[in-house]
């Protein structure tokens, strides 16, 4: 238990920080930015599948069409979120990230209604709604609608989905998610390059650095939450991810100096008030819903 809280809290305390890693690239566009995370993505994660000798666990993971189809949606979609939260990072829309992944749950949860015909109870719909108003809320405040919220909360909830058909070990996952993309992402960069239109070359040594190490903080966060999945319940893991989100407002508001209004207050509100009734409903339903152990049935009888 101890030993999954800590991946748990280092894994979304990654994720929270990864504003702070992007920003480092400001005069990179986002594109380029993607394209050198998916390649050296690739490549870290290929150095791991050497050292531990899985490349043959790798080939036989693809089982079917449908799972091949489900692993490039995987990649299409983590992509996608992946330049979504690039460009929003380096154009002071951190804000907006933090207020997608804190719906990012809630969406998952209404894609499981709409796809795997999952059941929802009145919490749960209670949270969707006070989420639905919060949304509505900052939209018609602002006259537009937080399109990258949206769309980093909707990329990810459908890359959730797709998991959940694929099943499939971490650093596997992102090795077959990175490889769809991988060719597409070396061709981009060389284009770059022959047209004279890259930037890397721009970077001061230690940007360097820290650009080729972007396949470590792709992979390793991954790495971590899987770790933590299999120490706790999914419970403590829902409740452990807004941290990522949190870390993430607080550096839009006291490092990067974004506003922070009543009208973000009211909207956050809204979507906080959502989590606590989401993560309070859900863990009374699961201990509703857990089997009764018959010696302790029993013991209590007696």
């Given at each position: 238990?101890?030993?999954?809280?800590?991946?748990?809290?280092?894994?979304?305390l990654a994720w929270g920080l990864l504003p702070l890693y992007w920003k480092l690239f400001q005069t990179?566009?986002?594109?380029?930015?993607?394209?050198?995370?998916?390649?050296?993505?690739?490549?870290?994660?290929?150095?791991?599948?050497?050292?531990?000798?899985?490349?043959?666990?790798?080939?036989?993971?693809?089982?079917?069409?449908?799972?091949?189809?489900?692993?490039?949606?995987?990649?299409?979609?983590?992509?996608?979120?992946?330049?979504?939260?690039?460009?929003?990072?380096?154009?002071?829309?951190?804000?907006?990230?933090?207020?997608?992944?804190?719906?990012?749950?809630?969406?998952?949860?209404?894609?499981?209604?709409?796809?795997?015909?999952?059941?929802?109870?009145?919490?749960?719909?209670?949270?969707?709604?006070?989420?639905?108003?919060?949304?509505?809320?900052?939209?018609?405040?602002?006259?537009?609608?937080?399109?990258?919220?949206?769309?980093?909360?909707?990329?990810?909830?459908?890359?959730?989905?797709?998991?959940?058909?694929?099943?499939?070990?971490?650093?596997?996952?992102?090795?077959?998610?990175?490889?769809?993309?991988?060719?597409?992402?070396?061709?981009?960069?060389?284009?770059?390059?022959?047209?004279?239109?890259?930037?890397?070359?721009?970077?001061?040594?230690?940007?360097?650095?820290?650009?080729?190490?972007?396949?470590?903080?792709?992979?390793?966060?991954?790495?971590?939450?899987?770790?933590?999945?299999?120490?706790?319940?999914?419970?403590?893991?829902?409740?452990?991810?807004?941290?990522?989100?949190?870390?993430?407002?607080?550096?839009?508001?006291?490092?990067?100096?974004?506003?922070?209004?009543?009208?973000?207050?009211?909207?956050?509100?809204?979507?906080?008030?959502?989590?606590?009734?989401?993560?309070?409903?859900?863990?009374?339903?699961?201990?509703?819903?857990?089997?009764?152990?018959?010696?302790?049935?029993?013991?209590?009888?007696?």
């Open positions: 238990m101890r030993q999954g809280i800590i991946y748990a809290s280092v894994a979304y990179m566009g986002a594109w380029e930015i993607l394209a050198h995370r998916i390649v050296w993505s690739i490549i870290f994660v290929a150095i791991i599948i050497q050292v531990t000798k899985r490349w043959r666990s790798m080939w036989k993971a693809v089982t079917g069409f449908k799972m091949f189809g489900a692993l490039a949606m995987c990649s299409l979609l983590i992509s996608a979120n992946w330049l979504i939260f690039i460009w929003a990072v380096n154009n002071d829309q951190v804000m907006q990230t933090s207020l997608g992944y804190y719906m990012n749950p809630l969406i998952t949860v209404l894609l499981g209604v709409l796809f795997l015909k999952e059941k929802m109870h009145a919490g749960q719909w209670l949270a969707l709604i006070l989420a639905a108003f919060g949304v509505m809320f900052i939209t018609f405040q602002y006259g537009e609608i937080p399109w990258v919220s949206l769309s980093l909360a909707l990329t990810f909830a459908f890359y959730s989905l797709a998991k959940k058909i694929v099943r499939m070990e971490a650093m596997i996952g992102l090795a077959w998610e990175t490889l769809f993309v991988a060719p597409i992402a070396f061709g981009y960069l060389l284009m770059l390059q022959v047209n004279g239109t890259e930037t890397m070359s721009s970077l001061t040594w230690w940007q360097l650095v820290l650009l080729t190490l972007a396949g470590v903080a792709t992979a390793m966060p991954l790495y971590w939450f899987a770790q933590a999945t299999t120490r706790l319940p999914l419970s403590v893991v829902g409740f452990i991810q807004y941290l990522a989100p949190t870390i993430s407002l607080l550096s839009a508001v006291f490092l990067f100096g974004e506003p922070f209004t009543q009208t973000h207050l009211i909207s956050f509100g809204f979507i906080w008030s959502a989590l606590i009734v989401f993560t309070v409903s859900s863990v009374r339903m699961k201990r509703r819903a857990a089997p009764i152990n018959p010696e302790v049935a029993i013991k209590k009888q007696a």
